[in-house]
């Protein structure tokens, strides 16, 4: 199994440009989950989807923030528009709830720097 | 809040076991204790969890204390790669059980 698949590994963008993050889950995995981690924070759950419906965004930090997950293959974090204080390693993470768990798999990551 | 307590950093020499501590004092009966561990530049990784009974598999034990209050997270023999960050994770029971909340962690340092 190829894991948790993220798209860009690295990101430069401009303040005020759009950023599209992409991650593809685990192949029959049925809930999804978007993370962001920087120093100052650690690292925070933004948004839980359960077989492709956004169950939890309490997470997300602002309306330029939005998930999408059109279906069980692909998953997308777009900020629109990008702020330095966006600047983090996005983490996409997949499972398949067994029991009372979730034990996650993570990606590798995004790492975006917005200048 | 799902809080656990964990020394900031450890260290290890290879080839010894390591014993990583966790406090949990506010658990709850449904609530299962999840442990993490983040390589550098690298994404979280699973390692084990429990809810009452101690636990073992591959990579890991985890023995849970009866009053469930603290847990201790045990490598048998530590090597080079099992440097990482660890995260002692509460997770919450019912509806929430999908919520990992991640705290600073232990740093363990494993010595050639």
């Known amino acids: 199994d190829a894991g948790v698949i993220q798209s860009p590994r690295h990101e430069v963008t401009e303040m005020g440009q759009e950023v599209t993050l992409r991650c593809k889950p685990i192949?029959?995995?049925?809930?999804l989950f978007w993370y962001r981690q920087t120093m100052m924070r650690g690292l925070e759950l933004l948004i839980y989807?359960?077989?492709?419906?956004?169950?939890?965004d309490s997470g997300m930090p602002e309306d330029r923030f939005s998930a999408k997950m059109p279906n069980a293959s692909f998953s997308t974090l777009k900020i629109q528009p990008s702020e330095p204080r966006d600047s983090a390693v996005y983490f996409c993470?997949?499972?398949?709830?067994?029991?009372?768990?979730?034990?996650?798999?993570f990606g590798p990551g995004t790492r975006l720097t917005v200048t | 809040d799902a809080k656990t307590t964990q020394p900031n950093s450890m260290e290890s020499n290879e080839e010894e076991p390591v014993h990583l501590p966790c406090n949990h004092s506010?658990?709850?009966?449904?609530?299962?204790i999840h442990w993490y561990r983040q390589l550098p530049s690298q994404g979280p990784e699973y390692v084990i969890h429990?809810?009452?009974s101690n636990v073992n598999n591959r990579m890991a034990s985890l023995a849970i204390a009866e009053d469930r209050k603290s847990s201790t997270l045990i490598l048998h023999r530590a090597t080079l790669r099992d440097a990482a960050v660890y995260y002692c994770?509460?997770?919450?029971?019912?509806?929430?059980?999908?919520?990992?909340?991640f705290g600073k962690g232990t740093l363990l340092t494993v010595n050639p």
């Open positions: 993470a997949s499972s398949s709830q067994w029991g009372a768990t979730y034990e996650q798999y």
């Open positions: 192949s029959g995995h049925n809930s």
């Open positions: 989807f359960n077989n492709n419906v956004p169950i939890d």
């Open positions: 506010t658990i709850s009966g449904t609530d299962y």
């Open positions: 429990g809810l009452t």
């Open positions: 994770i509460r997770g919450r029971g019912g509806g929430s059980n999908y919520k990992l909340t």
